[in-house]
Nanobody, 119 residues
Framework: QVQLVESGGGLVQAGGSLRLSCAAS????????MSWLRQAPGKEREFVAL????????YYADSVKGRFTISRDNAKNMVYLQMNSLKPEDTALYYC????????????WGQGTQVTVSS
């Protein structure tokens, strides 16, 4: 069982930066590939970024490529999302999620942290 708790969201002006954090419980954190997803009001949840179990592989949605960076610290059971050059269209509830297979279904979800970007 893994519990995920996101933090770091908030209100920021366009062009600003935020760093989201996701704290994971349990001793098997390194067994999970981790992802960030987001859901804006009235829209479906969408993939943002993923990082492999070791942290050696990352992948980004085209909409955030070059602006967002995902990272993890397996010793601290943490995953991060550094968000730079934020745009109003980045406004959403951001979730971290864990899965044992990098392309499989998500096994665990956090409760989300709100990011609001003003123009």
């Amino acid at each position: 069982q893994v519990q995920l708790v996101e933090s770091g969201g908030g209100l920021v002006q366009a062009g600003g930066s935020l760093r989201l954090s996701c704290a994971a419980s349990g001793r098997t954190f390194s067994s999970y590939a981790m992802s960030w997803l987001r859901q804006a009001p009235g829209k479906e949840r969408e993939f943002v970024a993923l990082i492999s179990k070791s942290g050696g592989t990352t992948y980004y949605a085209d909409s955030v490529k070059g602006r967002f960076t995902i990272s993890r610290d397996n010793a601290k059971n943490m995953v991060y999302l550094q968000m730079n050059s934020l745009k109003p269209e980045d406004t959403a509830l951001y979730y971290c999620a864990a899965r044992t297979v990098i392309s499989g279904d998500y096994n665990y979800w956090g409760q989300g942290t709100q990011v609001t970007v003003s123009s």
